[in-house]
Structures are given as structure tokens and as C-alpha cells.
């Protein structure tokens, strides 16, 4: 039996308001009477809960017997209205797609032999695509420019070589744009997706032969790829751990993007640019320089509530607070910190089922270590659990898994929940490969429980074990900013 396609339903639950409104007013506007029944298959799809498990079967049991016969070509007539709509929407905000419909008016002029205005039009629309860096709409454009030129009557020899050789420079800077996005996306996979930031032997000799293939940036080179280039080099410093140097370089990719004449075009990069600053300005001890990135996410992200442009605010939800929240832990702000997590608390409700489940585990995870340093135990003891409960996301979060474990077990020992620690600190060990290690931590923090808390050789090892550990970035991480180590110390008495 053939599966049935949830492709209708996932691009419904994609739309934003503004986008779902739009999409009924086109389409009551341009669609006859009998078509508006389909609005009635919108709605359903859109009301149904957004499921992990795709059900038809409920939504087509709502809709009229007229709307179920034949429901696999009504749902593919209403998917390409939609993206219709979606284009006609766009049209109207997205200055690439503008200049992509009025070449298709350069075409219609010239086939009505209106060649002197579709002349002047293509001169229009090169000097806006030129200004925009929108190189392949010059260069589509040069097409109907050489049939303007052959059209003439007499040889135009110079005119045919001058746009051969203005047709081969933008195809020089498409070129150049290409190769810096595929390095910068090849550094990515290995350095983001694989280990968190952090590269590994293998990722850092992957790195370093890419980078050794990049050519060096020229000045007439696009803006878009001196973003590329200095995006690359920021990963490329990152990857060798140099704060400082990643930094300086996300900060010169981020002037590039902010030099660009129509931005809205890279807001996804600019967001993530903006929050990467953060993160590394944190890392390389300029915490004062933070601040105006943090201002400027959140502008951007209350702009876009405003109007309604869900995409965008919810992303920055999915980055700032985490960011925001480590900052202060990082400066040891402990009191901040809970000021800033009781205002992210509030709102969690409002994205926490449009945040990826990878990025809620950081939440879980950075809400509880505040908690935990406020002395909190109850609540940080709620988030734990539900930082360890939640989806373990392979690789990418494992660090965050391991963080859990090792504060659910402090938490309990803050608790004196005795009979516990013997368990939760099994759990924790069980994540480690250190067999003899892990034998002996788990064998002292049993006599801690025994002697409920009179013991100190638990914490003394667990100290040992810390220090004789290598640790991911989250680990690391989680060792600094919780100070798990002055914790230890703290417990012996060393404090």
C-alpha cells in the first residue's frame, strides 16, 4: 500500500499567520466559488495537531463527503496553491524574486519587437541587480541583451565583446561566491554537526587541508563572499580554539553583512552570526562587548513579533537565551542569572513546541545549573530530569546528557537524598569508559551514602576524576561555568 504523503500537512504547519492570512485572501481572490471549498481542507489540515505520527485518516473524517472522493488530487491542487501564494507573497518582499519577474516583462516586450524599450528596461534592472550583488539576474539579463545587439542591422563587434567581457567577470564573482560557500559549509559539517565546536583530530586535519584550498579574498570580490571568506576563517580559529582570532573574524564577517545593500536577504546568516559573536566575545574575555549584540537580537526579534514574522523571533528564542543565560554564569552573576531565567521561564511556554528538541535540552540543562547556583535544589532537581528525560540528540548533545547526570547527582548529595546517590552516581559513571575509575568512584560514593555525608573520599575522587578527564565543549563547559570543581572543594572543606 502506498504511504500516504504528509508533505500538504508539514507545509501547513510551517506557514505563519501572516502567510496563512495572505494565502486565504489570494486565494478567495483569485479561485471560483466552488474552489473555496478547499479553504475548508486548509483549515482542517491546519487545526490538526501537529503530531509526530502523521494521521489522514482524523483529517479526512472532518471534511465533508464532497472534499473526501478524490482527496489525493485536492490535496495536491491546494499544496500548489499554496506555494503559489507563497511565491506572490514573497514577490513582494524579497527583491531577488522582484527582479526574476521583471525580466520575464523584458521577454514579453521583446517578443512584441518593443526592442528599444525592452533595451531601456534591461538597463534598469542591471543597475538595481548590480547595486544588489544579484549577479545571475545580470547575467540572464546579458541573454536578451546580445539578441538586442544581433538584432541590428550592422556588425556590433565591440558591443558583443564588451559584454563577453562584463558577462565573464560576474561569472568569475558567481564562481568565487560558490567556492567559499561549499568550503564554508564543508568546515561547518565538520566542525558543528560532528563535535560541537570543538574539532577532533580527525575534523581539525579535514579543516586545515579545506582551508589550505581556499583562495586568497580580492577587493573586487562580492561582499557576500568576504562574508564567506572571514565566516570560514572564524571556524577555521575556532577549530584550533583561538577565541581571540574567531572572534575578530565573525566580527569583520559580520560588517560584511551589514554593508550588504539588501540584508533581508541574509537574515538567517546575520542571526547566526550575531549570536556566534556573542558566544565567542564570551570565550575570549570581551563579556563588556556582548552587550550590543544582545541588544540587537533582541530589537531584531521584537521588530519581527510585531509583524508578525514568526520565523525570525522564534529562532532567536531557539539562540539568545542560552547564550544571555551562559554569559552570566560564565561571569558568576548567579543572582542575574535567576533574574534572567525567571523572564526566559515565562516565555518558554510560548515556543518550547517550536524549539528544535536539541536546543531544549540546552534549556533544561542551563535552567537548572542556575537554579543549582542559587541554592534552588528543588526546582534545579525539575529541570535535570527534564534535561535527562528529553530526547538524547546522538553526538550532538551528549555532553549536555553527561552534564545532566553529574548535576542530578550533586543536586541529590545538596538533598541528602542518601539512598539515591549510590544509583545516580552509577548512572553518571555508566557514561564513562574508565572502568577502573568509575569502579572506585561508584564504590566511595556508596560509603558516602552509608554514612550519610560524614564520608568525603566520594568527592575527593570525583574531584581526581574531573581533573583527570578530557571533556567535549559542553563538558568543559559544564566544569567552568557550574564550577563543579570549587564545588568539590567547597565539600572538603577547602573553602
Not at 181 to 208: M, P, Q, V
Not at 230 to 243: E, F, T
Not at 280 to 289: Q, T
Amino acid at each position: 500500500m502506498k504511504k500516504e504523503s504528509n508533505d500538504l500537512f508539514q507545509l501547513i504547519k510551517s506557514l505563519t499567520r501572516n502567510e496563512k492570512g495572505y494565502f486565504k485572501k489570494y486565494h478567495s481572490r483569485y479561485s471560483s466559488q466552488k474552489s473555496q471549498l478547499y479553504l475548508k481542507v486548509f483549515d482542517a489540515f491546519d487545526k490538526a495537531p501537529d503530531t509526530k505520527r502523521y494521521d489522514e485518516s482524523m483529517i479526512v473524517k472532518k471534511l465533508p463527503l464532497s472534499l473526501q472522493n478524490s482527496f489525493t488530487s485536492k490535496k495536491h491542487y491546494l499544496y500548489n496553491s499554496i506555494i503559489d501564494a507563497l511565491c506572490a507573497y514573497y514577490s513582494e518582499q524579497k527583491t531577488s524574486i522582484n527582479l526574476k519577474e521583471k525580466i520575464i516583462a523584458v521577454e514579453i516586450l521583446m517578443d512584441k519587437g518593443l526592442l528599444s524599450q525592452a533595451h531601456k528596461y534591461i538597463k534598469r534592472i542591471l543597475s538595481i541587480a548590480e547595486k544588489q550583488e544579484s549577479y545571475a539576474v545580470c547575467i540572464e539579463l546579458f541573454k536578451y541583451k546580445r539578441k538586442i545587439i544581433a538584432s541590428e542591422s550592422k556588425p556590433q563587434i565591440p558591443q558583443i565583446e564588451a559584454l563577453m567581457e562584463s558577462e565573464m567577470l560576474y561569472i568569475d564573482k558567481l564562481n568565487r561566491e560558490a567556492v567559499f560557500s561549499n568550503y564554508n559549509t564543508l568546515i561547518g559539517e565538520a566542525l558543528f554537526k560532528k563535535t560541537e565546536g570543538i574539532a577532533d583530530k580527525k575534523a581539525l586535519s579535514l579543516i586545515k587541508k579545506w582551508v589550505s584550498k581556499i583562495p586568497p579574498i580580492k577587493s573586487s570580490d562580492s561582499i557576500k563572499a568576504h562574508f564567506l571568506y572571514y565566516s570560514i576563517k572564524a571556524s577555521y580559529y575556532l577549530a584550533l580554539g583561538n577565541s581571540k582570532k574567531t572572534y575578530e573574524n565573525r566580527k569583520k564577517a559580520l560588517d560584511c553583512l551589514e554593508r550588504h545593500p539588501i540584508l533581508s536577504h541574509f537574515i538567517r546568516d546575520y542571526l547566526w552570526t550575531l549570536n556566534s559573536i556573542v558566544i565567542e566575545a564570551r570565550d575570549a574575555g570581551y563579556v563588556e562587548r556582548t552587550e550590543p549584540f544582545i541588544k540587537k537580537l533582541k530589537e531584531i526579534a521584537n521588530e519581527s513579533r510585531e509583524k508578525g514574522i514568526d520565523g525570525i523571533h522564534i529562532k532567536i528564542f531557539q539562540q539568545l537565551p542560552n547564550t544571555e543565560l551562559d554569559i552570566l554564569i560564565k561571569q558568576g552573576s548567579a543572582k542575574k542569572a535567576y533574574q534572567k531565567y525567571s523572564e526566559y521561564k515565562k516565555l518558554l511556554p510560548l515556543y518550547e513546541d517550536k524549539c528544535h528538541l536539541s536546543t531544549l535540552k540546552v534549556f533544561y540543562f542551563n535552567f537548572a545549573i542556575i537554579c543549582f547556583m542559587n541554592h534552588d535544589y528543588e526546582e534545579a532537581l525539575e529541570w535535570c530530569n527534564k534535561s535527562l528525560n528529553s530526547k538524547n540528540i546522538k553526538q550532538m548533545r551528549e555532553g549536555v546528557q553527561i552534564g545532566s547526570k553529574m548535576l542530578n547527582l550533586m543536586i541529590h548529595i545538596e538533598l541528602e537524598n542518601f539512598h539515591l546517590v549510590e544509583h545516580f552516581a552509577q548512572a553518571f559513571l555508566r557514561t564513562k569508559i574508565n572502568i577502573d575509575v568509575a569502579n572506585t568512584t561508584a564504590k566511595s560514593i556508596k560509603d558516602y551514602a552509608v554514612s550519610e555525608g560524614k564520608n568525603l573520599q566520594p568527592i575527593k575522587v570525583l574531584k581526581q576524576y574531573l581533573a583527570e578527564q578530557s571533556f567535549s565543549i559542553f563538558e568543559d563547559s559544564f566544569i567552568k561555568e557550574l564550577r563543579l570543581t570549587p564545588w568539590c572543594d567547597e565539600k572538603l572543606g577547602l573553602v
